[in-house]
C-alpha cells in the first residue's frame, strides 16, 4: 500500500482558500487519491477522490499531476466549521482493500 | 436510508470485562471494517468482514479480539478480558461490494470504549 505524507497541522482564517498537500510516491497504477475529513468524535467523512488532474465536487476540489506522485485538496472560502483533521489515502478502489490512514492535517480555521 | 450505525457510543468497562461493540452497515452494503484508533493518531485498520466470512484481519491482535458479520444481524467486534491500554475509539465502516466503492467508504459514529 502506497505511504502518504501531509503536513501535521494546518491554520488558516474564514474566507481564506486552503491547499493541503499529500505526497505517495509510491503511488501504484491502480490506486486511486481519496481524501476524508474527520470532526472530533465523529468517523471519517469521504470528501473527493480522483485518479487524475481535477475532480471538483461542491465541497472541494483535488487537483492531481500527471506523475501523480502528490495531490492538492482544496477547500475554497473556508470557514470555522472546516476545522477538523484531513486524511489523504491511496489505494485500489476496485481490490475490496481496507484503507490505510496516515497521521492526517489537522487544519484550524481562526475567525 | 440511514447510515452505519455503531453502537454503543460509549462504553464503560472495567479490566477483564468483556466488551461488545456492534455495527449496522449501509443498506445494501456487504462489506464493513473495523477501525482502531487512539487519541490523537490515525485510524487503524483491524479487520474486514463480509457476510458470514473474514477476508482479512491482518490488523487483529491475535489475543482477545474477535469479530464476525453475521447472516443475519450487525457485525460485532468482541474484546474479551480489557485492559486499560484497549481504550479507544472503534470505527466501523461499510462499503458496497468490491468495484463500486466510487463514493468512498461510509464511517460510522464510533464506540468509545473507556477501561477503568
Known amino acids: 500500500l502506497a505511504k502518504t505524507t501531509q503536513p501535521i497541522s494546518m491554520d488558516s482564517y474564514e474566507g481564506q482558500e486552503v491547499n493541503i498537500t499529500c505526497s505517495h510516491n509510491?503511488?501504484?497504477?491502480?490506486?486511486?487519491i481519496t481524501w476524508y475529513q474527520q470532526f472530533p468524535s465523529q468517523g471519517p467523512r469521504f470528501i473527493i477522490q480522483?485518479?487524475?488532474t481535477k475532480v471538483t465536487n461542491e465541497v472541494a476540489s483535488l487537483f492531481i499531476p500527471a506523475d501523480r506522485k502528490s495531490s492538492t485538496l482544496s477547500l475554497p472560502r473556508v470557514s470555522l466549521s472546516d476545522t477538523a483533521v484531513y486524511y489523504c489515502?491511496?489505494?485500489?478502489?476496485?481490490?475490496?482493500?481496507?484503507?490505510?490512514f496516515g497521521g492526517g492535517t489537522r487544519l484550524m480555521v481562526k475567525p | 436510508n440511514a447510515g452505519v450505525m455503531q453502537n454503543p457510543r460509549h462504553l464503560v468497562r472495567r479490566r477483564g470485562q468483556e466488551a461488545r461493540l456492534r455495527c449496522s452497515p449501509m443498506?445494501?452494503?456487504?462489506?464493513v471494517y473495523w477501525y482502531r484508533q487512539l487519541p490523537e493518531e490515525g485510524l487503524k485498520f483491524m479487520v474486514y468482514?463480509?457476510?458470514?466470512?473474514?477476508?482479512?484481519e491482518s490488523g487483529m491482535p491475535k489475543e482477545r479480539f474477535s469479530a464476525e458479520f453475521p447472516k443475519e444481524g450487525p457485525s460485532i467486534l468482541r474484546i474479551q478480558q480489557v485492559v486499560r491500554g484497549d481504550s479507544a475509539a472503534y470505527f466501523c465502516?461499510?462499503?458496497?461490494?468490491?468495484?463500486?466503492?466510487?463514493?468512498?467508504?461510509?464511517f460510522g459514529s464510533g464506540t468509545r470504549l473507556t477501561v477503568v
Open positions: 443498506k445494501g452494503h456487504s462489506h
Open positions: 489515502l491511496v489505494g485500489d478502489r476496485d481490490a475490496g482493500n481496507m484503507l490505510t
Open positions: 509510491n503511488i501504484a497504477t491502480n490506486d486511486y
Open positions: 468482514l463480509q457476510k458470514e466470512n473474514i477476508i482479512d
Open positions: 480522483g485518479y487524475k
Open positions: 465502516a461499510s462499503s458496497p461490494t468490491t468495484g463500486e466503492t466510487n463514493y468512498g467508504y461510509t
